[in-house]
């Protein structure tokens, strides 16, 4: 049984950091993709940043320069500095892998950027 478990949440400062980590388990295989993705209240969630097995990167043009996206073969991490209150919203780990028909998705985390 696949899992993504999420964590490393919370609140935080404006102009603070956090990093999340989610660790994947039930995999056969290291996922090809894992990434992130956030949903804040009223809105519709969108992607944050990808990694792939081989280390390639890529995040939301509205992020890059702030957030970081690494990963530990089964596990994905987000290190994210500067945060903005917009940043406010519940994070989702995510991580496809061959042999497998979907996509999987973490429960989330629960980010808050506030003074």
């Known amino acids: 049984q696949v899992q993504l478990v999420e964590s490393g949440g919370g609140l935080v400062q404006p102009g603070g950091s956090l990093r999340l980590s989610c660790a994947a388990s039930g995999f056969t295989r290291s996922p090809f993709r894992m990434g992130w993705y956030r949903q804040a209240p009223g809105k519709q969630r969108e992607w944050v940043a990808q990694i792939t097995s081989g280390g390639t990167t890529n995040f939301a043009d509205s992020l890059k320069g702030r957030f970081t996206i690494s990963r530990d073969n089964f596990k994905v991490y987000l290190e994210m500095n500067n945060l903005k209150p917009e940043d406010t919203a519940v994070y989702y780990c995510?991580?496809?892998?061959?042999?497998?028909?979907?996509?999987?998705w973490g429960q989330g985390t629960q980010v808050t950027v506030s003074s």
């Open positions: 995510s991580a496809a892998a061959l042999g497998y028909s979907a996509t999987f």
